[in-house]
């Protein structure tokens, strides 16, 4: 991060409400927080003068930030079929060696460039804990935590933790493979490391906790996880019908689809976040809904690994909260996954649009852009998100001579960022009232971040011959 925090901006154009409003004063406190929004104001003397339209930042709300190192590397096939089963199997070749200090700098150079590319908080999603053999790192079994930590706050993105409870291989398995040595934790493990990273107060930090899935934690351990949570107003993550291979075991094995198990078993509520969600009725659609849980999109991760559409008109009709996931970190910044989760829709109900909603909310980017916006505070675990009072002052500022929004009227600078913009069109993203770092290749700070990633590469993957 770099700089002090004003105590007021100013934009000539920014997002409010779910429209654009001009000439908008934006004021701050000393913590970093929004106090007052004022439009058709003047600029004020003292306040600093923003050069572009204002938008809201949005949470990541699903990232493996380990899984950064992978990306490239496992685009070939070499056998008769290739899928979600077969990368995971290549992606463990990370998991199993990677350290806390190659972590924390491969997450450097990912939470950079999750911040470029439009996220200002990221909700990582961790279930690698252990050291290469499966014990506990000495002195603190949450190193790997901790790295992820000060990689955050050395970047200046906001940061919720999710510890995994990772305890089954498969629905019928009653432990986990040697080659998921690294994950393996309980109810009791999760509560607690919970605990204490909430209890360590780092800035812009703060933690949450997870369940891998249904096929990794079982009944048993759901319930034993909910006994420990209690009423605590913490997010609960879990990937829940990513595959088809996923749905069909569940059903083998409960009787029922995933969600129709997870909604009917275990009463999950609006602390619950349901990543991927991709193979759904609409019986379960209906069951989220009336649930209040939330689901978590990732169509970059999705697309690359060949998982499947959601139903993303079912998701939006029902009115469930939604937010988006870079999860295997193919993709890095929201623009692009927002393109990814229309175009994907367009291309297989062969209609254009798909996410908007005539007589309401006509513009396809704006109406999805609006619903991750009021669904990224939930599933990190903040009580509000965006440009409103309470809410931390994290923004970006657009380009707006960048070639997509170049001439574009004000009314489609949204529907430019997303269908029309190659590259950034960003030009500024604000965390908490300070600028944050971006990568230009120049930048001292950012030449560190890229130099430690490239050395943590090399050390990974020297002896990589696929």
Same mark, same amino acid.
């Given at each position: ?11 000539p ?8 409003q ?26 600093r ?11 990541n709300a ?8 992978f ?14 089963w077969?990368?995971r199997?290549?992606?463990y ?47 603190d ?26 305890a089954?291989a ?34 812009? +930090? ?26 605590a ?5 879990i990937?829940?019908s990513?595959?088809?291979?996923e749905?069909?075991?569940? @059903? ?8 129709a ?31 209040g ?36 970190? +193919? ?9 990814? @989760? ?6 297989? @109900?062969?209609?254009?649009? +798909? ?17 991750? @916006? ?38 489609h ?54």
């Amino acid at each position: 991060m770099s700089g002090g925090t004003p105590q007021a901006f100013w934009a000539p154009l920014a997002w409010l409400d779910g429209g654009w409003q001009s000439q908008v004063l934006m004021e701050l406190d000393g913590r970093g927080h929004w106090t007052r929004f004022s439009a058709a104001q003047a600029a004020p003397a003292g306040v600093r003068v923003l050069d572009g339209p204002v938008i809201p930042s949005l949470v990541n709300a699903h990232s493996h930030a380990f899984q950064r190192a992978f990306a490239g590397l496992s685009e070939r096939r070499e056998s008769a079929s290739d899928d979600f089963w077969s990368w995971r199997e290549r992606m463990y070749g990370v998991a199993l060696r990677i350290t806390p200090a190659q972590l924390k700098a491969v997450a450097r150079q990912l939470y950079a460039e999750l911040l470029a590319g439009g996220y200002t908080q990221v909700c990582e999603f961790h279930y690698l804990h252990h050291a290469e053999d499966g014990s506990a790192y000495p002195g603190d079994g949450l190193a790997m935590s901790w790295a992820l930590a000060e990689a955050a706050q050395e970047v200046g993105i906001g940061l919720t933790l999710l510890p995994v409870l990772y305890a089954h291989a498969g629905f019928a398995q009653p432990a986990l493979r040697p080659d998921q040595r690294r994950f393996a934790t309980d109810a009791d493990w999760v509560w607690n490391a919970c605990q204490r990273i909430n209890a360590a107060g780092l800035p812009l +930090v703060n933690a949450g906790v997870a369940l891998h899935s249904l096929r990794a934690a079982h009944a048993a351990d759901i319930q034993a996880l909910q006994r420990l949570v209690g009423e605590a107003p913490v997010p609960i993550h879990i990937h829940i019908s990513e595959q088809q291979a996923e749905v069909r075991d569940c @059903l083998a094995s409960t009787g029922q689809r995933p969600m129709a198990h997870l909604c009917s078993q275990f009463s999950p509520d609006a602390r619950w976040h349901l990543v991927h969600a991709t193979h759904s009725t609409a019986d379960e659609i209906q069951a989220v809904a009336a649930s209040g849980a939330s689901v978590v999109i990732c169509p970059g991760t999705e697309a690359n690994l060949g998982d499947g559409l959601c139903d993303l008109p079912g998701w939006l009709a029902a009115e469930v909260p939604l937010s988006l996931g870079s999860d295997s970190q +193919v993709t890095r910044g929201w623009v692009e996954e927002l393109r990814w @989760l229309e175009y994907g829709q367009r291309l297989g @109900l062969q209609q254009r649009n +798909v996410g908007a909603e005539p007589g309401r909310q006509p513009a396809t980017a704006a109406r999805l852009f609006e619903r991750m @916006l009021q669904g990224s505070a939930a599933p990190a675990g903040l009580p509000s998100w965006g440009l409103k009072p309470g809410a931390r002052a994290d923004f970006l500022v657009l380009d707006a001579q960048s070639d997509g929004l170049l001439g574009l009227p004000a009314g489609h600078l949204l529907d430019g960022l997303v269908f029309a913009s190659a590259g950034s069109a960003l030009s500024q993203v604000w965390v908490a009232g300070r600028q944050g770092l971006t990568l230009p290749r120049t930048a001292a700070g950012a030449a560190s971040v890229r130099s430690a990633f490239e050395e943590a590469m090399w050390a990974l993957w020297r002896d990589f011959t696929a």
